[in-house]
């Protein structure tokens, strides 16, 4: 058994090796290829102007690859109470042997180590926080886009080599029915703020894109900009953004709540495109992209993932987010074919997130783990501490 440096530059190896852990398994969904080589591309991956990578193979005595892992810097990665300097790991697929896992760990750490690092959490990403990040522990259904899909056993390679589970990652699905299906107290919410004639609540149009970007910085930047190590969004990066997400935004899954016209709220939510590229094995070529567009044209997507959702801190436990939730229920049952939500990930360390998420009737579906590993063994583990 060798470990070597992956330095190749179409990641071919390194891709196939994920395919070939989840062999087999009718849940797994491939990663686009596309997705996973932009994180190791400085051009693509922001991140990577400030912070460093490397990857690494396994092999066996016969030259069979059995695992990988990377590890990464990121100048930018913080969590709230960290009193140490933390890389990360992520990208870690491995048989069911204890004595290839622990290379691989030793490997990244000693690299990590060598960096500067004095703990190291995974597996995560180098990159935002709604892609490839946390380890599956529970609800091994087929993954939504961007998350994290292993196999069972990697819980216990990970717990036997020490590490230990920083946060819990909850996501939670709630099938969707044509009628009101909220507890009272959204409905009640609802009442209030709709008759008070300084409120409103709109969906996203795509001919004020510009405008709901800029909306969505101002919300996100009070409500979630100084947890979780956030950096405050500028207008620019929200609007582009807004025109990635753009060809695949449906306009009645983005929400806003205006108090005399300044954004108070925000939920947004996107059609789960691994709908369709679960048919596509990873590749997003022209025929792919074609495909796309005329499978979203036939109303493919039955399943919408909540992704971003704040309050501004001033209205906070009033219940303006029951309003706008009623009014995007209403809106979305009337005007689209969606029968399935989904939310993700929404950390153990937020209660009244999670509250949100038990109120409106969703069920636990799936749970993934951000683990943390301190490398001075005597140093006493905490967990994330709660919001």
Known sequence: MKIYQDNAPDLAAFIQLNVQMNAGDPNYIQPLENDVRD?????????????????W???????K?????????????????????????????CID????????????????AGH??????????????????????????????GLNYNPPYYEKLFVTYGWQTFYEQICWHMPLSKHDQLIPKFYDA??????????SCRHYEKSQLKKFAQDFCTVYNKAWASHQGNKEMTSAQGIKTFEMMK?????????????NDEPVAMWLNLPDLNQVFKRFNGKFHLINKLRFLWLKNKKVFTKLVGLAYGVIPEFQGTGIDYYM??????????????????????GDFNPKMLNISKNIGAQKYRTLKTMRYIFDRSVPFERHPIL
Not at 39 to 53: E, Q, S
Not at 65 to 93: E, L, P, Q, S, W
Not at 247 to 259: C, E
């Open 247 to 259: 060809p695949i935004i449906d306009k009645y899954l983005i929400w806003f709540v205006y108090k």
């Open 190 to 199: 609802h009442k209030k703020f709709d008759e008070d004639p300084t409120i």
């Open 39 to 55: 994180v190791f591309n400085p051009d693509k991956n922001k991140y990577l102007k400030a912070g460093k990578i490397q990857r």
């Open 65 to 93: 690859k059995i695992g990988r892992i990377a590890a990464f810097v990121n100048t930018r990665y913080k969590n709230k109470g960290d009193k140490f300097k933390v890389g990360g790991i992520g990208y870690f697929d």
């Open 116 to 145: 500067g690092m004095e703990a190291m959490d995974g597996p995560i990403n180098l990159g935002e926080r709604d892609r490839y990040w946390g380890l599956l522990t529970e609800g091994f259904h087929p993954p939504a886009y």
């Open 57 to 63: 193979l396994v092999e066996d005595a016969s030259g």
């Open 325 to 346: 939730i009623v009014e995007g229920e209403r809106a979305i049952k009337k005007y689209t074919n969606y029968n399935l939500l989904e939310l993700q990930w929404q």
């Open 97 to 112: 042997d204890q004595a290839v896992a622990n290379l691989l760990f030793d490997t990244a750490k000693e690299w990590l």
